[in-house]
């Protein structure tokens, strides 16, 4: 017999070690190690049983399942207070976190997780545990004075057994309400203590297990030790009863196990014998939570990807009815328009409801950042107290994956060189606590994403001054914008020196780029000793699009709105011919490249004068250029589809779409366009810097 | 004769017409066919010639092969015979446009021979049958449009 393959469910596994991961780091995060809260100590604790449970049950994951149980040891020293929570302990566990974090991903992309860390992890698990010995190993064999307590005189009813039940480090309180637990459970018959350690005689029908099962509702299974016990007869041979002690310690030791990996299932039903008022209740509450999770399901995000875009089709099918409509008599077909009208409002109802599916609130991200503030703040000996706003606000998945990277260049950014040392900000009569606060909310279509800190501000003229002597395109007439923007140009860097946070000028242009790439703005405020906004706005969502149609000859193409800057037609005096088909146009001083559509896509029966065509103006990064067009045909939401399924590439087209009129239509690269003709152009125009115009046709 | 037994021993296929040319595709590989329409295809630039554009259908966007220019008919015309069959094929739905479809046909496979080994450039062949006294070429429909060569470089070659 094979055992049952249980790889199908490693993928829920994984999701849910790794959910109870980032659950775990954000409760560490918020413990104050002055005052433990114990009921975060406990969800902590949780957090590894669970996990550790989870990959025994696999049985193939045995790093995972190592580590966790260290890990587990040493929060449940902590956990019952005979370790002291220190600030280190907090950062192991941290370090512990992440290691686990690897471990899961090592394990999901099946490869063999590297083995060096979990070691170091190991050492540094050990040595926390080491750092009280006396305490930290479990009182775990009992010295012989149990044959000297054996109970002699009592008469145990039929059925029954006695049990001696030992309680190791239990406070009184507690041990009040096992004591009333046990008077349900069976009969008390005697009880006396040593030291820490309190011993309860009970007699009772239930197995050893069982009043473990109970009792672990209070307290830790490593806090109790029961069993049973034999009545002695005075002149009994005194072996025999540590004989019986010993073998059913063992056997209370296996029953420990099973129910540790009962535990481990929160969902699963503890021993339905245990049967009292208040695990009645606690079994109850842990019932509903169990229940409450199961209020979610999980879905691969290509099904909902599917869904989305066929929910986009219905909305244009039932705009193209709409069209159709319009041609019928209203009197005639009234009830069919009406109809068809009701349908659409429907639909866009249904459409709603299916792109809030791929909505996760920016919470999702704003999570891993406390950390990051308190690991860098710590490295650089700066004090940042971190406030996040607006975490409820949804957005897009996939979006969300995406900005985490940037924000959290953002966010190293302000915490080394916006926020200052505390003595320069007791200095400069301000709290030595520094403040970031990152931000998002929903603004028109958009979403708003900032992140504030209240440090030094930038200096105009330093950055100025700094960029020009990096040879970047710099002058001093720039407004204050531009000149912030000069945080983001490739290989700028305002710091004294390099440190391992920032300064090295690589990050701030990827963090620009990847935010171009998602559709987003940025822009920047900052006041010299007040601090510094950056903001970005998002769209909500990458499935849909605002575009421009276009046309050209008898082609449609559609073009994102956010590369445009604006449309025009020129006048002759705007034109600088060049060559044959090739042209300058001249906008406020600036000299645009102006691309043919219809010379890239060779398109037949176009508009050859320029003076009659559209112009585009598009932006792509730092550079503009101007697309001649037929016609603009007007603004719409589009779907984007990808054509990778189909072609590997189709040069200067990001995707394709369907028209209101069920047409194809091609979306413009605009960044392809340019790559593809070639052109490089400055970013700013002549304001502050005469333009370098090249035109380095191939 | 039990269904299984008839699968066993025939070839289920569709035949359609390119060029006065007889050609036979697996039956399950058909997913309809239509009417072609070239208003309603969107020319796509700086592809293979034999790539028509794409298509809406039903809410897909799918590429239009004409079968004719793919496999080197000198004149293209458009009739109303003129049909798109669309695959389905394991990944992705195409569309072929060929000359007219014919009929479905059960053909015995061992009536089929082996297509000639020597100087066989259409490795899309599967094998020749007679079918209605004329020669019929039964085909490996993914080999002939022959996706992985839908590529920009593969444009300087085309034209």
Same mark, same amino acid.
């Given at each position: 017999?094979?055992?049952?393959?249980?790889?199908?469910?490693?993928?829920?596994?994984?999701?849910?070690?790794?959910?109870?991961?980032?659950?775990?780091?954000?409760?560490?995060? $918020?413990?104050?190690?002055?005052?433990?809260?114990?009921?975060?100590?406990?969800?902590?604790?949780?957090?590894?049983?669970?996990?550790?449970?989870?990959?025994?049950?696999?049985?193939?994951?045995?790093?995972?399942?190592?580590?966790?149980?260290?890990?587990?040891?040493?929060?449940?020293?902590?956990?019952?207070?005979?370790? %002291?929570?220190?600030?280190?302990?907090?950062?192991?566990?941290?370090?512990?976190?992440?290691?686990?974090?690897?471990?899961?991903?090592?394990?999901?992309?099946?490869?063999?997780?590297?083995?060096?860390?979990?070691?170091?992890?190991?050492?540094?698990?050990? /040595? *926390?545990?080491?750092?009280?010995?006396?305490?930290?190993?479990?009182?775990?064999?009992?010295? %012989?004075?149990?044959?000297?307590?054996?109970?002699?005189?009592?008469?145990?009813?039929?059925?029954?057994?006695?049990?001696?039940?030992?309680?190791?480090?239990?406070?009184?309180?507690?041990?009040?309400? *096992?004591?009333?637990?046990?008077? +349900?459970?069976?009969?008390?018959?005697?009880?006396?203590?040593?030291?820490?350690?309190?011993?309860?005689?009970?007699?009772?029908?239930?197995?050893?297990?069982?009043?473990?099962?109970? $009792?672990?509702?209070?307290?830790?299974?490593?806090?109790? !030790?029961?069993?049973?016990?034999?009545?002695?007869?005075?002149?009994?041979?005194?072996?025999?009863?540590?004989?019986?002690?010993?073998?059913?310690?063992?056997?209370?030791? /296996?029953?420990?196990?099973?129910? !540790?990996?009962?535990?481990?299932?929160?969902?699963?039903?503890?021993?339905?014998?245990?049967?009292?008022?208040?695990?009645?209740?606690?079994?109850?509450?842990?019932?509903?939570?169990?229940?409450?999770?199961?209020?979610?399901?999980?879905?691969?995000?290509?099904?909902?990807? !599917?869904?989305?875009?066929?929910?986009?089709?219905?909305?244009?099918?039932?705009?193209?009815?709409?069209?159709?409509?319009?041609?019928?008599?209203?009197?005639?077909?009234?009830?069919?328009?009406?109809?068809?009208?009701?349908?659409?409002?429907?639909?866009?109802?249904? /459409?709603?409801?299916?792109?809030?599916?791929?909505?996760?609130?920016?919470?999702?991200?704003?999570?891993?950042?406390?950390?990051?503030?308190?690991?860098?703040?710590?490295?650089?000996?700066?004090?940042?107290?971190?406030?996040?706003?607006?975490?409820?606000?949804?957005?897009?998945?996939?979006?969300?994956?995406?900005?985490?990277?940037?924000?959290?260049?953002?966010?190293?950014?302000?915490?080394?060189?916006?926020?200052?040392?505390?003595?320069?900000?007791?200095?400069?009569?301000?709290?030595?606590?520094?403040?970031?606060?990152?931000?998002?909310?929903? /603004?028109?279509?958009?979403?708003?994403?900032?992140?504030?800190?209240?440090?030094?501000?930038?200096?105009?003229?330093?950055?100025?001054?700094?960029? @020009?002597?990096?040879?970047?395109?710099?002058?001093?007439?720039?407004?204050?914008?531009?000149?912030?923007?000069? @945080?983001?140009?490739?290989?700028?860097?305002?710091?004294?020196?390099?440190?391992?946070?920032?300064?090295?000028?690589?990050?701030?242009?990827?963090?620009?780029?990847?935010?171009?790439?998602?559709?987003?703005?940025?822009? +920047?405020?900052?006041?010299?000793?007040?601090?510094?906004?950056?903001?970005?706005?998002?769209?909500?969502?990458?499935?849909?699009?605002?575009?421009?149609?276009?046309?050209?000859?008898?082609?449609?193409?559609?073009?994102?709105?956010?590369?445009?800057?604006?449309?025009?037609? %020129?006048?002759?005096?705007?034109?600088?011919?060049?060559?044959?088909?090739?042209?300058?146009?001249?906008?406020?001083?600036?000299?645009?490249?102006?691309?043919?559509?219809?010379?890239?896509?060779?398109?037949?029966?176009?508009?050859?004068?320029?003076?009659?065509?559209?112009?585009?103006?598009?932006?792509?990064?730092?550079?503009?250029?101007?697309?001649?067009?037929? !016609?603009?045909?007007?603004?719409?939401?589009?779907?984007?589809?990808?054509?990778?399924?189909?072609?590997?590439?189709?040069?200067?087209?990001?995707?394709?779409?369907?028209?209101?009129?069920?047409?194809?239509?091609?979306?413009?690269?605009?960044?392809?366009?340019?790559?593809?003709?070639?052109?490089?152009?400055?970013?700013?125009?002549?304001?502050?810097?005469?333009?370098?115009?090249?035109?380095?046709?191939? | 004769?039990?269904?299984?037994?008839?699968?066993?021993?025939?070839?289920?296929?569709?035949?359609?017409?390119?060029?006065?040319?007889?050609?036979?595709?697996?039956?399950?590989?058909?997913?309809?066919?239509?009417?072609?329409?070239?208003?309603?295809?969107?020319?796509?630039?700086?592809?293979?010639?034999?790539?028509?554009?794409?298509?809406?259908?039903?809410?897909?966007?799918?590429?239009?092969?004409?079968?004719?220019?793919?496999?080197?008919?000198?004149?293209?015309?458009?009739?109303?015979?003129?049909?798109?069959?669309?695959?389905?094929?394991?990944?992705?739905?195409?569309?072929?446009?060929?000359?007219?479809?014919?009929?479905?046909?059960?053909?015995?496979?061992?009536?089929?021979?082996?297509?000639?080994?020597?100087?066989?450039?259409?490795?899309?062949?599967?094998?020749?049958?007679?079918?209605?006294?004329?020669?019929?070429?039964?085909?490996?429909?993914?080999?002939?449009?022959?996706?992985?060569?839908?590529?920009?470089?593969?444009?300087?070659?085309?034209?």
């Amino acid at each position: 017999m094979s055992s049952p393959d249980l790889s199908e469910f490693h993928d829920t596994f994984f999701d849910e070690a790794q959910e109870l991961l980032q659950g775990m780091e954000q409760t560490l995060l $918020c413990l104050d190690p002055e005052s433990p809260d114990h009921e975060s100590l406990n969800a902590i604790f949780r957090c590894a049983h669970s996990i550790k449970g989870g990959a025994a049950a696999f049985g193939v994951f045995d790093d995972l399942v190592s580590t966790t149980h260290k890990l587990e040891n040493i929060l449940d020293l902590v956990r019952n207070g005979k370790m %002291p929570l220190t600030h280190e302990a907090i950062s192991v566990f941290l370090k512990a976190k992440d290691v686990l974090w690897d471990l899961v991903q090592a394990y999901r992309e099946q490869r063999e997780p590297g083995s060096e860390s979990a070691q170091e992890l190991l050492a540094m698990l050990q /040595q *926390l545990g080491d750092a009280k010995p006396g305490e930290a190993k479990p009182a775990a064999a009992k010295p %012989p004075e149990e044959k000297a307590e054996a109970i002699t005189d009592v008469a145990i009813p039929d059925g029954e057994k006695l049990l001696k039940v030992t309680l190791i480090d239990v406070s009184e309180k507690d041990r009040l309400s *096992l004591h009333n637990e046990m008077g +349900i459970m069976g009969t008390h018959i005697r009880q006396s203590s040593s030291g820490n350690e309190h011993y309860y005689w009970i007699s009772s029908a239930l197995p050893p297990e069982d009043i473990i099962a109970v $009792c672990c509702f209070v307290i830790d299974e490593s806090q109790i !030790q029961v069993k049973e016990s034999i009545p002695v007869v005075q002149d009994v041979v005194k072996e025999a009863p540590a004989e019986v002690a010993d073998h059913n310690s063992t056997q209370s030791t /296996q029953s420990t196990q099973s129910i !540790q990996s009962i535990q481990s299932k929160p969902e699963a039903t503890p021993p339905a014998k245990a049967v009292s008022e208040a695990p009645v209740k606690q079994l109850l509450a842990k019932t509903s939570a169990a229940n409450k999770e199961s209020g979610t399901i999980r879905v691969p995000i290509q099904k909902v990807d !599917q869904l989305v875009n066929q929910v986009g089709e219905m909305v244009i099918n039932q705009s193209i009815l709409m069209q159709a409509n319009q041609s019928l008599d209203p009197i005639v077909h009234a009830s069919l328009i009406q109809d068809i009208e009701h349908m659409g409002s429907a639909l866009r109802t249904m /459409q709603e409801a299916i792109m809030a599916l791929r909505m996760m609130p920016m919470d999702y991200a704003f999570g891993r950042f406390p950390r990051l503030v308190r690991e860098t703040a710590g490295k650089l000996g700066k004090q940042i107290e971190l406030i996040t706003k607006g975490g409820g606000t949804e957005l897009d998945k996939g979006l969300i994956e995406r900005m985490i990277d940037p924000l959290t260049h953002l966010i190293r950014n302000s915490i080394d060189h916006g926020i200052e040392m505390p003595e320069k900000r007791i200095a400069a009569d301000k709290d030595p606590l520094g403040k970031i606060t990152i931000s998002a909310q929903h /603004q028109g279509g958009r979403i708003i994403i900032e992140v504030i800190d209240d440090g030094a501000g930038m200096d105009r003229e330093k950055l100025i001054n700094k960029a @020009i002597e990096k040879g970047l395109p710099a002058s001093h007439n720039m407004t204050d914008d531009q000149a912030f923007m000069l @945080i983001f140009e490739a290989g700028f860097s305002t710091a004294e020196k390099v440190t391992d946070v920032s300064g090295r000028g690589v990050g701030m242009d990827v963090v620009k780029r990847n935010i171009q790439e998602l559709g987003g703005l940025t822009q +920047i405020e900052s006041e010299k000793g007040k601090g510094t906004t950056i903001r970005i706005s998002l769209p909500l969502t990458l499935a849909i699009m605002d575009g421009m149609t276009v046309q050209s000859g008898n082609e449609r193409f559609v073009l994102s709105l956010s590369h445009i800057v604006e449309c025009l037609q %020129p006048t002759a005096d705007q034109l600088r011919m060049l060559e044959e088909n090739k042209a300058l146009l001249l906008l406020r001083g600036e000299h645009l490249p102006i691309i043919n559509l219809w010379e890239i896509f060779s398109i037949p029966n176009t508009e050859r004068d320029l003076k009659k065509s559209i112009i585009a103006v598009l932006q792509v990064g730092k550079s503009r250029y101007a697309l001649a067009v037929d !016609q603009l045909l007007g603004q719409h939401q589009v779907v984007v589809k990808n054509l990778e399924t189909h072609f590997k590439r189709v040069p200067c087209v990001s995707g394709a779409t369907i028209l209101g009129d069920g047409s194809v239509a091609l979306i413009l690269d605009a960044a392809a366009i340019l790559e593809q003709n070639k052109i490089g152009l400055t970013a700013y125009g002549s304001g502050f810097n005469t333009p370098v115009l090249q035109q380095e046709r191939v | 004769m039990s269904q299984e037994k008839k699968d066993e021993l025939n070839y289920h296929c569709l035949v359609f017409c390119v060029d006065g040319q007889e050609f036979a595709i697996d039956i399950l590989k058909v997913q309809e066919i239509r009417e072609y329409q070239p208003v309603n295809v969107t020319r796509v630039a700086h592809l293979p010639s034999y790539i028509q554009g794409l298509i809406n259908l039903r809410g897909q966007i799918i590429p239009i092969i004409d079968l004719r220019i793919k496999l080197r008919v000198s004149e293209v015309e458009y009739t109303p015979q003129t049909v798109v069959i669309i695959l389905g094929l394991s990944d992705r739905i195409v569309g072929i446009v060929v000359d007219s479809v014919s009929n479905v046909e059960l053909i015995a496979k061992n009536t089929i021979e082996p297509p000639p080994n020597v100087n066989n450039p259409a490795a899309y062949l599967i094998g020749l049958t007679t079918y209605k006294d004329q020669l019929l070429q039964i085909v490996d429909v993914e080999k002939l449009i022959d996706h992985e060569h839908w590529t920009l470089s593969d444009i300087s070659q085309e034209e």
